[in-house]
């Protein structure tokens, strides 16, 4: 960041979940400058006022416990917020990066640098959209691969409970060069290992988000029909993960480090994407304090000590009466912001992925959107996405080029 000890930064968090309330809480234990808030809606503003500038002000409890005591400002204004901002944190959904980015992109000062906490796939297809963003030695953009912490707001505005942190997380920067000052910054503002990815694309093909939820849904409810559930009936989305369910989420990890692998062959060395790791390894190292049994990869996410309590997506339809939320971000998101962009730079590289085309054949008829016809990307809701193909990069060459 542009600022030093003596002028300490300003740290702008973009959002109004779950997430944006924890790093409010957790950044203001570690960062020595001022934190500025910005909301979707003056509504929002107005009660997360209410809740931070409150005498117990906005608390962090359970694995994590601070207060969110350096908030200055919270708005729906970003002519209120940005200006001043020399970090400024987007902790929402990727469906709402571009038009977050959009709004925020004209009072960014020279040099505010730009994270997205977390990336998903296909953040930096986003970034070209907006033409004063482009990434350049002054204007860093950092992509982290996932949250740093699991958390849930039990009080908007006043607590957020965090119900485990990782040991380390993954996070990129463009340009490529920037990447150490950048994750020494973040890892002194969220207090944990801030470890670098080679490129954007290790996190893009990295995102484990996309493994994870889609194949977890699938697996819990890919033969479902209309089974109502009672409310003691919900089943556990990591507890009870089955071992076919297990095996599907290596296949389909598999899918994806071999695309990385072909890419980087084909790069001819140009490319390092060393950061796309398996699902088994990337598990044991993110939680390797909290896992009981890894015996298998079903084993070691249905004991791990993070996920407990973890239900499945559900929405009420009546009284005591659930079926399952295919509206869910673990779809809606993890789908079009995570699987479909790896399908599209799969097909770049020519490889096959029936796995992952399995998933993404069941997901997309019960989200009402078709992005594979046949196997191919060629249906009507891919094309509008953050996927290479959009801007132009169809060839190996171009992939290439976009990330060095």
């Given at each position: ?11 702008a968090i973009c959002?109004g979940?779950?997430?944006?309330h ?5 950044a203001?234990?570690?960062f020595?400058?001022d934190?500025?808030?910005l909301t979707s809606s ?25 207060t969110a005591r350096?908030?200055r400002?919270?708005?729906?204004d ?8 020399d970090l400024v944190v987007l902790?929402?959904p990727a ?7 959009s ?5 960014l000062?020279t ?13 930096e297809f986003?970034l ?13 953009v950092?992509g ?17 409970k ?11 920067a463009?340009p490529v ?6 994750m ?15 490129t954007?694309?290790d ?14 849904m ?7 029909t209309d ?5 003691e009936?919900i089943p556990?989305?990591?507890?009870g993960?089955d ?8 296949a389909v990890?598999?899918e ?5 692998r072909a ?8 490319l390092d ?10 598990l044991q190292t993110?939680?390797?304090h909290a896992i009981?049994?890894?015996?298998t990869?079903a084993?070691?996410?249905s004991t791990n000590a ?5 239900m ?10 659930y079926v399952?939320d ?13 699987l ?5 730079i799969?097909q ?7 796995h ?7 997901a997309?008829?019960?989200m009402?959107?078709?992005y ?7 249906g009507r809701d891919a094309?509008p ?13 171009d992939l290439v080029?976009a990330?060095?």
């Amino acid at each position: 960041m542009p600022a030093s000890d003596a002028t300490p930064a300003v740290l702008a968090i973009c959002g109004g979940g779950n997430g944006a309330h924890a790093l409010a809480a957790v950044a203001s234990a570690h960062f020595n400058g001022d934190i500025v808030w910005l909301t979707s809606s003056e509504e929002k503003a107005d009660r997360l006022r209410q809740g931070v500038f409150s005498a117990q002000g906005l608390r962090a409890t359970g694995a994590v416990e601070a207060t969110a005591r350096r908030v200055r400002t919270v708005s729906a204004d970003p002519a209120a917020v940005i200006p001043q901002s020399d970090l400024v944190v987007l902790v929402v959904p990727a469906f709402a990066h571009l038009p977050l980015l959009s709004r925020v992109a004209p009072y960014l000062k020279t040099g505010a640098w730009i994270v997205a906490m977390p990336s998903r796939s296909g953040f930096e297809f986003d970034l070209r959209a907006v033409a004063t963003l482009k990434p350049d030695r002054r204007r860093v953009v950092i992509g982290f691969q996932t949250f740093p912490w699991l958390c849930r707001i039990r009080e908007f505005g006043r607590e957020v409970k965090v119900n485990a942190t990782k040991a380390t997380v993954s996070a990129a920067a463009l340009p490529v060069a920037a990447a150490p000052a950048a994750m020494t910054a973040m890892s002194g503002i969220i207090g944990m290992e801030v470890a670098a990815l080679p490129t954007f694309l290790d996190l893009t093909l990295g995102n484990t988000g996309q493994i994870i939820h889609p194949v977890g849904m699938y697996g819990l409810f890919g033969a479902w029909t209309d089974r109502v559930y009672a409310e003691e009936e919900i089943p556990a989305f990591y507890a009870g993960m089955d071992e076919e369910t297990g095996r599907l989420l290596e296949a389909v990890s598999d899918e994806i480090v071999t695309v990385a692998r072909a890419l980087a062959v084909a790069a001819q060395g140009k490319l390092d994407l060393r950061g796309v790791l398996p699902i088994r390894t990337w598990l044991q190292t993110a939680y390797a304090h909290a896992i009981a049994d890894a015996s298998t990869l079903a084993r070691a996410f249905s004991t791990n000590a993070a996920y407990r309590g973890v239900m499945a997506p559900m929405r009420q339809i009546a009284p005591d009466a659930y079926v399952p939320d295919f509206g869910h971000r673990f779809l809606t998101e993890d789908i079009p912001y995570g699987l479909v962009v790896t399908k599209a730079i799969a097909q770049i590289a020519g490889v096959a992925t029936p796995h992952i085309d399995t998933v993404i054949s069941w997901a997309q008829e019960k989200m009402g959107r078709q992005y594979l016809v046949h196997s191919a990307l060629e249906g009507r809701d891919a094309h509008p996405l953050r996927i290479p193909q959009r801007y132009g990069i169809t060839t190996i060459a171009d992939l290439v080029a976009a990330y060095l």
